[in-house]
């Protein structure tokens, strides 16, 4: 779907469900210029009109004790064999600690359409690189082409217990063709 104002109505549409329910409703701003508008007008406009409680590049939340570290962006291994979420936690926490802040349990971030774990690599965080929530468009044909399709799914996290029943689209990827000549 190319159409700004159609991609704009159908995120109002599911996430408004959403906003309805929560406590506290936090946009994180950061996909690029061709997905929310130059200087994130598309995305803040959303946010806006969902009445967001918040409006972040990066937000950390503490509920009820379980620090959640969220941002859009982060590192970004594109071959399937490496990994990101690890060295992407590896500088937050870095960073946490030279703030002498403490380290936040949960490290989220979003931007590449391929889920990525740190699993238990280290003591007390996790790293989460998030699926995506669409298929692949044209751009991810371009920045990558050699896998068939994007990760989709979701993470939940549910009183400090994370998830990831919900992680990944389980089901056949597009098969490469092979065309006899």
């Known amino acids: 779907m190319q159409e700004i104002e159609d991609q704009v109505q159908i995120a109002l549409d599911l996430l408004e469900p959403i906003r309805n329910k929560a406590h506290k409703f936090i946009g994180i701003l950061g996909t690029m210029p061709f997905h929310a508008g130059q200087d994130h007008a598309t ?3 959303i946010y806006k009109k969902l009445d967001a409680d918040y409006i972040e590049q990066a937000v950390t939340l503490n509920i009820d004790g379980t620090l959640i570290d969220l941002a859009h962006h982060g590192k970004s291994g594109t071959r399937p064999w490496t990994t990101s979420a690890v060295s992407e936690g590896a500088e937050v926490m870095l960073d946490y600690a030279q703030q002498g802040q403490p380290l936040p349990n949960y490290i989220l971030r979003g931007h590449t359409h391929k ?4 699993g238990m690599k280290f003591q007390n965080t996790r790293v989460i690189q998030c699926p995506s929530w669409q298929l692949k468009t044209a751009y991810g044909w371009r920045v990558s082409s050699n896998t068939i399709r994007s990760d989709i799914g ?3 996290i549910n009183d400090g217990i994370l998830d ?3 992680s990944r ?3 056949q990827p597009d098969e490469r063709k ?3 000549v």
């Open 43 to 45: 995305e803040s406009e």
């Open 115 to 118: 889920f990525d774990d740190s």
């Open 154 to 156: 979701g993470i939940i």
């Open 164 to 166: 990831l029943t919900k």
């Open 169 to 171: 689209y389980i089901g």
């Open 178 to 180: 092979i065309i006899k």
